[in-house]
Nanobody, 126 residues
Framework: QVQLVESGGGLVQAGDSLRLSCAAS????????MGWFRQAPGKERAFVASISSRGGTTNYAASMKGRFTISRDNAKNTLYLQINTLKPEDTAVYYC???????????????????WGQGTQVTVSS
């Protein structure tokens, strides 16, 4: 297991950009696939993006392509999510997830990840 702590959320205006961070501790993430999910009020948790252990492969939810960029810095043991041109519908709690010890293509289903952070709230005002 690995401990994950998200940061970088907050209250922003539509059109702004944010970079969310997920700091890992307890073990190195360089052999773990990582992902971001989000849960909007009254909705189920939804896949945003995932990235392979070395960053060579990324997956995005179809609706997230273009404005969202997932990246990682294994030397810093940190995962990132850049969100540009924020919209009110991006309002959600954003969660970081890890699949420890997995070197294959990054998963896209939440049930495939075995470690989760507590989430960071992103609120976008119109």
């Amino acid at each position: 297991q690995v401990q994950l702590v998200e940061s970088g959320g907050g209250l922003v205006q539509a059109g702004d950009s944010l970079r969310l961070s997920c700091a890992a501790s307890g073990r190195s993430i360089d052999t773990s696939a990582m992902g971001w999910f989000r849960q909007a009020p009254g909705k189920e948790r939804a896949f945003v993006a995932s990235i392979s252990s070395r960053g060579g492969t990324t997956n995005y939810a179809a609706s997230m392509k273009g404005r969202f960029t997932i990246s990682r810095d294994n030397a810093k043991n940190t995962l990132y999510l850049q969100i540009n041109t924020l919209k009110p519908e991006d309002t959600a709690v954003y969660y970081c997830a890890a699949l420890v010890g997995f070197l294959g293509p990054p998963p896209i289903k939440d049930i495939d990840f075995d470690s989760w952070g507590q989430g960071t709230q992103v609120t976008v005002s119109s």
